[in-house]
């Protein structure tokens, strides 16, 4: 199987081109966006790049069938088919997504950290699944409390995962904190190695920084998503994009 690192010839990542390089071991990120911007499109883009570098990835959904989260690997699967001509990097990556990758899923009112913990520990004890990168897709930010999220942050660091939340934020509520972190996010920030607004824009999805370690609105330069694809933009992906709206 061939092994992918940050030279690899994928034309694109996304957190590789928004930070610079993927959250580290134990790390926590969030993806702050309004409803149907692309939160969860974003997370398992993150996720098959994830499996680019040979990562085993854990995707939890809440409130989501996994069928349908297959759906999203497929159909980004199929974009990167369309900027990736080597057919040995695509065969390996269609190998991972089945074999380094697991899904599962909840109903919001059954998910709870300390089942989240089992299901970790389940998975390394029964299947020999010790993920190193998981997505968290769907957890309501404005019911978790803070107790919760560190409980969360205590399993991956256990585990030596790193995490990458979504987060839905609201168009009607204008509440930030002092750093400029929105609601609902606005109280728990200091948790967060990583957090990164998606906002959409007349042709393309912004991604804008927001904390990248400790320092809040870094200099990074906003990254521009093609919103069908979810890649990153290239000037004549941008004039397609304005043809196909």
């Not at 969030?30 to 990562?55: D, F, H, M, Q, Y």
């Not at 320092?215 to 992906?237: E, G, I, K, S, W």
Request: net charge negative.
């Amino acid at each position: 199987m061939t092994a992918f690192d940050g030279s690899s010839p994928i034309p694109t990542s996304i957190i590789d081109s928004c930070l610079g390089k993927p959250l580290g071991s134990g790390e926590m990120g969030v993806l702050l966006a309004r409803a149907g911007v692309g939160k969860t499109a974003c997370l398992t883009l993150i996720a098959l790049e994830g499996l680019a570098r040979n990562e085993k990835v854990l995707h939890v959904c809440i409130d989501e069938l996994p069928d349908k989260i297959k759906i999203w690997y497929e159909e980004l699967y199929r974009n990167f088919k369309d900027a990736v001509k080597d057919e040995t990097i695509l065969k390996s990556l269609k190998e991972n997504m089945a074999s380094s990758r697991f899904i599962m899923s909840y109903l919001h009112h059954t998910f709870s950290p300390g089942k989240f913990e089992e299901c970790l520990q389940n998975l390394r004890e029964q299947v020999r699944f010790d993920p190193t990168l998981i997505v968290l897709d769907g957890l309501d930010f404005e019911r978790v409390s803070r107790k919760q999220l560190e409980a969360i942050q205590q399993t991956v660091q256990r585990h030596g995962a790193a995490v990458w939340f979504s987060c839905r934020i609201h168009r009607h509520i204008d509440i930030t904190n002092v750093k400029g972190v929105p609601y609902p996010c606005h109280q728990v920030d200091d948790l967060f190695h990583a957090i990164v607004l998606l906002e959409p824009e007349a042709h393309t999805i912004s991604m804008v920084v927001l904390k990248h370690g400790d320092a809040y609105h870094p200099a990074h330069a906003a990254l521009a998503l093609n919103p069908r694809t979810f890649l990153v933009t290239q000037p004549q992906d941008q004039m397609a994009a304005q043809r196909s709206l």
